[in-house]
């Protein structure tokens, strides 16, 4: 690629972004599902799960102090990156953040998103956030932007970093010492987001036959089980939305519980391998309904910490930083183009809007009505 080689000035750590208050909680909601399909029922009922927490999502808390550990991190090891926050959905978005960069003088940026998987929620809806936060900066600074353009860069998808595997075997040897009777073989078992079969049959770019979110954490999850010395995991879903006449992938985890209960099985630790920090899907769906399930079954459960906890996942985004930073590396190679552009049209694209006829522009979010809360 043509501009590659060129060394980046500043790095965006891009997340989903989450209420800090109960004022918060439904213009959040509203942004997330815009046209998304999501009935009403289901809105009401993650509300409450925020609700619960005092509208306040652990997430911006996790990711703030990431960023602070990876400061940190850099400042050890001599990377003069300054390191911005924004979000798709939350404050700060991205749209204020990549003003905000770009009026600092930054013109090279490596976007580390907080998702490590295919797929268009997990991959190609950052390279939607993006192109909608350069739509805006168009929109804020016009005289200057054709003149003096900027590079955004995503970083690839990471799932399978190292680090990232033994940092989550090693929170599985953790939990195994929380069981009450620890001296029993408890069943591994990994979940992640579930999303729509139609998602995942789209996942990736269709000429390797599509699949890939699903593929790619069935291979998380056997390579983190195999870490962790365990012949023998289930791997399963969890926080499914949508209406129920759409099938989303399954199991789900809190059925899964009910089959192992009437397998026999007594103990089970639970490692939520596809999220990388304790976002509300952790410490609701798993910390409290799966465990009240599991409770109900009578099933000793322990949920294992998400690798977000662990240094190494901090060591980590140095390291694909310090990959990426110098400008070089084969955009084609790194699965995605930049400033929001993805490699391919059929990659990952999303199934709930009409997608994209062949050989037709990409389409961005540039005109997505998205609220934006005051
Ligand atoms: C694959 C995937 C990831 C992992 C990749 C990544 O990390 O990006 C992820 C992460 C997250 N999802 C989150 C929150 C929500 N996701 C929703 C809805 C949905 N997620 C989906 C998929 C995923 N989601 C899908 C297919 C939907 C249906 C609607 C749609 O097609 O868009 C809804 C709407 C209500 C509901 O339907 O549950 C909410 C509130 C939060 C923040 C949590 C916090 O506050 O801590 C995070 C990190
Ligand atoms: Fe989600």
Same mark, same amino acid.
């Given at each position: 690629?043509?501009?590659?080689?060129?060394?980046?000035?500043?790095?965006?750590?891009?997340?989903?972004?989450?209420?800090?208050?109960?004022?918060? @909680?439904?213009?959040?909601?509203?942004?997330?599902?815009?046209?998304?399909?999501?009935?009403? *029922?289901?809105?009401?009922?993650?509300?409450?799960?925020?609700?619960?927490?005092? $509208?306040?999502?652990?997430?911006?808390?996790?990711?703030? *102090?990431?960023?602070?550990?990876?400061?940190?991190?850099?400042?050890?090891?001599?990377?003069?990156?300054?390191?911005?926050?924004?979000?798709?959905? &939350?404050?700060?978005?991205?749209?204020?953040?990549?003003?905000?960069?770009?009026?600092?003088?930054?013109?090279?940026?490596?976007?580390?998103?907080?998702?490590?998987?295919?797929?268009?929620?997990?991959?190609?809806?950052?390279?939607?956030?993006?192109?909608?936060?350069?739509?805006?900066?168009?929109?804020?600074?016009?005289?200057?932007?054709?003149?003096?353009?900027?590079?955004?860069?995503?970083?690839?998808?990471?799932?399978?970093?190292?680090?990232?595997?033994?940092?989550?075997?090693?929170?599985? $040897?953790?939990? /195994?010492?929380?069981?009450?009777?620890?001296?029993?073989?408890?069943?591994? @078992?990994?979940?992640?987001? +579930?999303?729509?079969?139609? #998602?995942?049959?789209?996942?990736?770019?269709?000429?390797?036959? $599509?699949?890939?979110? +699903?593929?790619?954490?069935?291979?998380?999850?056997?390579?983190?089980?195999?870490?962790?010395?365990?012949?023998?995991?289930?791997?399963?879903?969890?926080? /499914? +939305?949508?209406?129920?006449?759409?099938? &989303?992938?399954?199991?789900?985890?809190?059925?899964?519980?009910?089959?192992?209960?009437?397998?026999?099985?007594?103990?089970?630790?639970?490692?939520?391998?596809?999220?990388?920090?304790?976002?509300?899907?952790?410490?609701?769906?798993?910390?409290?309904?799966?465990? *009240?399930?599991?409770?109900?079954? %009578?099933?000793?459960?322990?949920?294992?910490?998400?690798?977000?906890?662990?240094? /190494?996942?901090?060591?980590?985004?140095?390291?694909?930083?310090?990959?990426?930073?110098?400008? %070089?590396?084969?955009?084609?190679?790194?699965?995605?183009?930049?400033?929001?552009?993805?490699?391919? +049209?059929?990659?990952?694209?999303?199934?709930?809007?009409?997608?994209?006829?062949?050989? #037709?522009?990409?389409?961005?979010?540039?005109?997505?009505?998205?609220?934006?809360?005051?």
């Amino acid at each position: 690629m043509s501009d590659s080689g060129e060394a980046f000035d500043a790095v965006l750590f891009l997340s989903f972004g989450g209420p800090n208050g109960p004022e918060d @909680v439904m213009p959040f909601l509203e942004n997330v599902t815009r046209g998304r399909g999501v009935p009403p *029922e289901r809105l009401e009922a993650v509300a409450e799960h925020y609700l619960h927490f005092g $509208g306040v999502s652990p997430i911006n808390r996790l990711n703030l *102090e990431m960023i602070d550990a990876l400061r940190a991190v850099f400042t050890a090891r001599g990377i003069g990156l300054p390191v911005y926050f924004g979000n798709r959905n &939350w404050h700060p978005l991205a749209e204020d953040t990549v003003e905000k960069i770009y009026r600092d003088g930054h013109r090279r940026v490596l976007v580390f998103p907080t998702s490590a998987w295919a797929g268009y929620s997990g991959c190609r809806q950052y390279h939607e956030d993006i192109a909608r936060a350069l739509a805006a900066l168009g929109q804020r600074v016009p005289a200057s932007i054709d003149d003096d353009p900027i590079l955004l860069r995503k970083i690839p998808q990471y799932w399978d970093a190292e680090a990232m595997i033994a940092a989550a075997a090693d929170a599985i $040897g953790r939990a /195994r010492g929380e069981l009450s009777a620890a001296d029993v073989a408890p069943r591994l @078992v990994f979940t992640a987001h +579930s999303i729509p079969l139609s #998602a995942d049959r789209a996942a990736g770019p269709a000429a390797d036959g $599509g699949g890939l979110y +699903s593929r790619q954490v069935a291979a998380a999850a056997r390579a983190v089980a195999t870490r962790a010395g365990y012949r023998d995991f289930d791997q399963v879903w969890q926080s /499914r +939305s949508g209406p129920p006449q759409v099938p &989303w992938l399954e199991p789900d985890i809190c059925d899964h519980l009910e089959s192992l209960r009437a397998q026999g099985v007594r103990q089970v630790v639970v490692q939520p391998v596809g999220f990388v920090s304790d976002h509300l899907e952790v410490v609701w769906d798993l910390d409290n309904e799966a465990a *009240e399930k599991a409770r109900e079954l %009578g099933l000793d459960y322990v949920r294992a910490d998400t690798v977000g906890t662990d240094p /190494r996942f901090i060591e980590m985004i140095a390291d694909l930083v310090a990959d990426y930073a110098d400008g %070089g590396g084969d955009l084609t190679a790194l699965g995605c183009a930049d400033n929001g552009r993805t490699c391919r +049209s059929e990659c990952c694209v999303p199934v709930s809007r009409p997608s994209a006829a062949p050989g #037709a522009v990409e389409p961005t979010s540039a005109g997505d009505t998205r609220r934006s809360p005051d």
